[in-house]
């Protein structure tokens, strides 16, 4: 995928990513990746882009974050990490994170493991 200046995006991370969003009350819907296509189908270019699609997991740089591709970004967060967008995307197949298509970011938490051996 390209983004808005036309330069190709890089993308990152693995079938490990997923997206949720909390509904009323304590609940939450969980959207994990949706997995290639492995059928041993006729291999046209349209099974093969949206295969693509669907491992396009994370891509940041210095303008933006997104998770999530193909057909849509599921998050986009701008430079700031103030505004953002959510719209649905094949490589989750997930619905709108929130009730607007464009939201303001109140708040971020960030998670990291430096020993995951389990």
Known sequence: QK????????????????????????????????????????????????????????????TMVTIGGGGGTAIYLDENLRFGQTERCETFENDLLCSDRDFTVNSIEVFGFNDISW
Do not use: I
């Not at 304590?26 to 693509?52: A, H, N």
């Open 3 to 62: 983004n808005d200046k036309g330069m190709r995006m890089r993308y990152f991370g693995t079938g490990e990513t997923f997206l949720f969003k909390f509904k009323e009350g304590s609940t939450f819907v969980k959207c994990e990746w949706v997995k290639k296509d492995d059928s041993d189908d006729d291999e046209d270019q349209k099974k093969v882009t949206k295969d693509r699609a669907k491992e396009l997991f994370m891509s940041a740089d210095k």
